[in-house]
């Protein structure tokens, strides 16, 4: 040991008194015992570390607690969204979207938080979008700076009807000559025509074509399969009693009887004269103005479309008449039988279907630039026999009064069947009753007066379904209805 310049005289001390020098050797040999015993002590070291491990354990268990608690919220948000909206895009669901939606969340207890709904409706279909944010606050994870927990729910669901059953109801009467009605309303039905019927939708949509005018051409074929007292063949129109326009079908078992064959009228549109024309007869007798059913062919729709020609008075209820009893499932086994004799397209031979179908939308498009005219029938004892008919498919009727016939006596020859105001209360009653099935009406009013406006929009399905116009506005009027109807073709 070194102890410095004094050692010589401490080492003489230590020397002469031993004792000192025993308890300093003590001393320092048990602060070296203490040191050492201090360094190699680990308790302490366990004590921090098992304080360290129970923090993690805490924490770690903390943020399990927190996670499964998140969850459990989460799958409670994304499930009761999920069957609010498959409620709310439901098709027989009368309740807006949003209410049913709101009213799932409240039932199942999350009253924290306002889905937001974005519905999207047309005719045969219902898309509904939900969307919701929930906020959670964390029981552990505060610790570690995380105070909340945010969740998210959306869900889409979507109903679509993927068959369509289509009936184009419309007016070829004397008026649409003016202003160019004829040529736009061809456009505009052609392009109607090409947006409904597409490679996608083969064996989907069918359609029906009802040209009217003062009557409505139902054709050989089809009024062949129907009872009717046939008294000649220069044209086939069928006679309705008022009490058929309440129904969409046509009684079988009941006998009714052929219009009358003769025009009333002595200006003929096609041939532009006032003498003996028999052109514009009220029974239309043309081939393109007979009735088409069942159809999925574009080009001969087309063409037919092409071919029509202004003729005659209106009756549009006798238009609605044809185009709702061609949707009505009793027209299903004329059908077939139209069908046996390629009238209408053997793919649609299990058409109409049923009004309970879920999966087929059966819709009217009506279009008129008129309204209900005045039409007169030939009194009985002057349209009676074959040589009566065989006359007067060889005179017209005004012409062979004015030639023939004294004045005064005019009005015993003739008799009014409709008027306008008959015509307008049969056209709400055959619209209300395909409206009470289900069919969907669209009407158009094509440049028509504010009586005409009048009755095409309450027989429309709704005031969203009645289009107002007037020239080319005509072919937008089309597009849109058919743009609402295709998107019923792409979901089985």
């Given at each position: 040991?070194?102890?410095g310049?004094?050692?010589?005289?401490?080492?003489?001390?230590?020397?002469?008194?031993?004792?000192?020098?025993?308890r300093a050797?003590?001393?320092a040999?048990?602060?070296?015992?203490?040191?050492?015993?201090?360094?190699?002590?680990?308790?302490?070291?366990?004590?921090?570390?098992?304080?360290?491990?129970?923090?993690i354990?805490?924490?770690?268990?903390?943020?399990?607690v927190?996670?499964?608690?998140?969850?459990?919220?989460?799958?409670?948000?994304?499930?009761?969204i999920?069957r609010?909206?498959l409620?709310?895009?439901?098709?027989?669901?009368t309740?807006?979207?949003?209410?049913?939606?709101?009213?799932?969340?409240?039932?199942?207890?999350?009253?924290d938080?306002?889905p937001?709904?974005?519905?999207?409706?047309g005719?045969g279909?219902?898309?509904?979008?939900a969307?919701?944010?929930?906020?959670?606050?964390?029981?552990?994870?505060?610790?570690?700076?995380?105070?909340?927990?945010?969740?998210p729910?959306?869900?889409?669901?979507?109903?679509?009807?993927p068959?369509?059953?289509?009936s184009?109801?419309?007016?070829?009467?004397g008026?649409?000559?003016?202003?160019?009605?004829?040529?736009?309303?061809?456009?505009?039905?052609k392009?109607?025509?090409?947006?409904?019927?597409?490679?996608?939708?083969?064996?989907?949509?069918?359609?029906n074509?009802?040209?009217?005018?003062?009557?409505?051409?139902?054709?050989?074929?089809?009024?062949d399969?129907?009872?009717?007292?046939?008294?000649h063949?220069?044209?086939?129109?069928?006679?309705?009693?008022?009490?058929?326009?309440?129904?969409?079908?046509?009684?079988k078992?009941?006998?009714?009887?052929?219009?009358?064959h003769?025009?009333?009228?002595t200006?003929s549109?096609?041939?532009?004269?006032?003498?003996?024309?028999?052109?514009?007869t009220i029974?239309?007798r043309?081939?393109y103005?007979?009735v088409?059913?069942?159809?999925?062919?574009?080009?001969?729709?087309?063409?037919?479309?092409?071919?029509?020609?202004?003729?005659?008075?209106?009756?549009?209820?006798?238009?609605?008449?044809?185009?709702?009893y061609?949707?009505?499932?009793?027209?299903q086994?004329?059908?077939?039988?139209l069908?046996?004799?390629?009238l209408?397209?053997?793919?649609?031979?299990?058409?109409?279907?049923?009004?309970?179908?879920?999966k087929?939308?059966?819709?009217?498009v009506?279009m008129?630039d008129?309204?209900n005219?005045?039409?007169v029938?030939?009194t009985?004892?002057?349209?009676?026999?074959p040589?009566?008919?065989?006359?007067?498919?060889?005179?017209?009727?005004?012409?062979?009064?004015?030639?023939?016939?004294?004045?005064?006596q005019?009005?015993?020859w003739?008799?009014?069947?409709?008027?306008n105001?008959?015509?307008?209360t049969?056209m709400?009653n055959?619209?209300?009753?395909?409206?009470n099935?289900?069919?969907?009406?669209?009407?158009?009013?094509?440049?028509?007066?504010a009586?005409?406006?009048?009755?095409?929009?309450?027989?429309?399905?709704?005031?969203?379904h009645?289009?107002?116009?007037?020239?080319?506005?005509?072919?937008?009027?089309?597009?849109?209805?058919?743009r609402?109807?295709n998107?019923?073709?792409?979901?089985?």
């Amino acid at each position: 040991m070194d102890y410095g310049p004094n050692r010589e005289a401490t080492m003489s001390v230590l020397d002469k008194y031993p004792v000192f020098k025993t308890r300093a050797a003590m001393r320092a040999q048990c602060l070296r015992q203490r040191l050492t015993q201090f360094t190699r002590d680990e308790s302490g070291v366990m004590v921090m570390f098992s304080m360290f491990v129970v923090l993690i354990i805490l924490m770690v268990g903390g943020i399990g607690v927190d996670t499964m608690r998140y969850e459990m919220e989460r799958t409670k948000l994304q499930n009761t969204i999920d069957r609010a909206v498959l409620a709310a895009a439901d098709l027989d669901q009368t309740l807006p979207p949003t209410d049913v939606v709101k009213d799932y969340f409240v039932k199942a207890g999350i009253t924290d938080v306002v889905p937001t709904v974005t519905p999207l409706t047309g005719v045969g279909y219902k898309t509904v979008t939900a969307k919701a944010v929930r906020t959670i606050n964390t029981q552990f994870m505060h610790m570690g700076g995380v105070d909340t927990l945010s969740m998210p729910g959306n869900a889409t669901a979507e109903e679509r009807i993927p068959h369509v059953e289509i009936s184009l109801v419309l007016d070829v009467s004397g008026s649409m000559n003016s202003n160019s009605r004829m040529t736009n309303l061809r456009t505009a039905a052609k392009e109607f025509i090409n947006a409904v019927i597409k490679p996608e939708t083969i064996d989907r949509v069918s359609v029906n074509i009802v040209p009217f005018s003062e009557h409505v051409n139902v054709g050989a074929k089809l009024f062949d399969e129907l009872n009717v007292n046939q008294v000649h063949s220069y044209s086939y129109c069928i006679e309705f009693d008022d009490a058929d326009f309440s129904n969409l079908a046509i009684d079988k078992n009941k006998l009714h009887q052929q219009m009358q064959h003769f025009q009333w009228n002595t200006y003929s549109i096609q041939s532009g004269n006032t003498q003996n024309t028999r052109f514009d007869t009220i029974c239309p007798r043309n081939t393109y103005e007979s009735v088409t059913a069942m159809s999925q062919n574009a080009t001969a729709l087309r063409n037919q479309i092409d071919a029509l020609r202004p003729r005659a008075g209106t009756s549009i209820f006798l238009g609605m008449k044809w185009g709702t009893y061609l949707l009505d499932p009793s027209f299903q086994t004329v059908n077939a039988e139209l069908e046996d004799e390629n009238l209408t397209d053997p793919k649609f031979v299990n058409r109409p279907a049923a009004y309970t179908d879920s999966k087929t939308l059966k819709t009217i498009v009506v279009m008129s630039d008129g309204e209900n005219d005045r039409s007169v029938r030939i009194t009985s004892s002057v349209y009676a026999t074959p040589s009566h008919y065989a006359h007067w498919d060889s005179y017209n009727f005004n012409y062979y009064l004015t030639n023939y016939v004294s004045s005064r006596q005019h009005s015993s020859w003739y008799w009014e069947k409709y008027n306008n105001t008959k015509g307008n209360t049969l056209m709400q009653n055959i619209c209300t009753a395909a409206k009470n099935k289900g069919v969907v009406i669209w009407a158009i009013g094509f440049e028509v007066n504010a009586s005409g406006d009048t009755q095409l929009r309450n027989c429309a399905s709704s005031p969203s379904h009645f289009f107002d116009v007037n020239g080319i506005e005509i072919t937008a009027a089309f597009q849109s209805i058919a743009r609402q109807i295709n998107q019923l073709k792409l979901t089985q």
